[in-house]
């Protein structure tokens, strides 16, 4: 095996902030979570290739039938991403001059939300999730949040997906910045499950929805400089943005057909953390 990849899908709908900048897009708004848990099932299944859904808690009691389908896929890995979006810390994002700061929730608020997400999750689905992905991504994680670790694992999380930014809260990540544990800061059965290169809305809102192609070129690239160096990559995408101008999934499936050629290794998070847990 050459590298490894690992499919991150963040589902969440269309959550406040996006239905209001793109919610227009979509033909059926409230069913795009639906939409898209259909067409994976058959992506990745045709393809046997695992992935793992960070899901939304909200999203999930909207839509519990879906989810139940979904859960019945061996290939998916269900995940939480907190219930209403709650931000585990401030984003303070900086691109093309501009600077926006997006609040972090307070202790008592991160404790609430994601107490509220696992009980969603066992309630509907019969999972105990152990994996979480902190809504919207940081620089450097938790690395400075040894409070907020320890919530997490209080709360029975074993690794997270939560650094997703650059220094300048935004993208992309270098590949080079790879899983780590969080032994430092006194967590050592923590991982850290980077999410490198762009977040996908981000990537395509700055390079044009329309331009699929050039989308789908920019991921192969990034596949060959995983496989060439033996990295691990953890894509970031939603559900809201893979369907949009791709209802199909067709990027996803190449990239999958190119990762199988290039004999990178494609797992779930999940499957991720046990596998670096024997090391």
Known sequence: MAGTLLIGYDVEGLIPLVRARWGHHYADPDGV???F??????????????????????????????????????????????YTHVRLKTVVEQFDGQVK?????????????????????????????????????YYRGLSDRPDLLQILREAGFKFLR??????????????????????????????????????????REINGWEDTEGYLDHLLQSLDHVA????????????????????????????????????VRILSCRQYYSMMKRR
């Open 228 to 263: 060439e160096n033996d990295l691990t990559w953890c894509l970031c995408v939603h559900d809201f943005s893979t369907i949009r101008e791709d209802p199909q999934l067709t990027i996803i499936s190449r990239v999958l057909e190119h990762a199988r050629r290039k004999q």
């Open 162 to 203: 939560t650094y997703m930014r650059n220094q300048h809260d935004w993208g992309p990540v270098p590949a080079e910045v790879q899983p780590f544990w969080y032994e430092p800061q006194g967590f050592p059965d923590m991982l850290e499950i980077t999410a490198q290169g762009w977040q996908d809305c981000h990537y």
């Open 37 to 82: 848990l259909s067409i994976a099932d058959k992506v990745h299944t045709r393809h046997e290739a695992p992935c793992t859904f960070f899901i939304l808690g909200e999203v999930l009691e909207k839509n519990v039938e879906a989810f139940q389908k979904a859960a019945r896929n061996e290939l998916f890995d269900l995940q939480q991403h907190t």
């Open 101 to 137: 700061v997006w609040p972090g929730g307070s202790s008592e608020e991160i404790i609430a939300d994601i107490s509220r997400a696992s009980a969603a999750m066992q309630k509907h689905l019969g999972v105990q999730t152990d994996g979480i992905c902190g809504p919207f991504g």
């Open 33 to 35: 979570t639906r939409e």
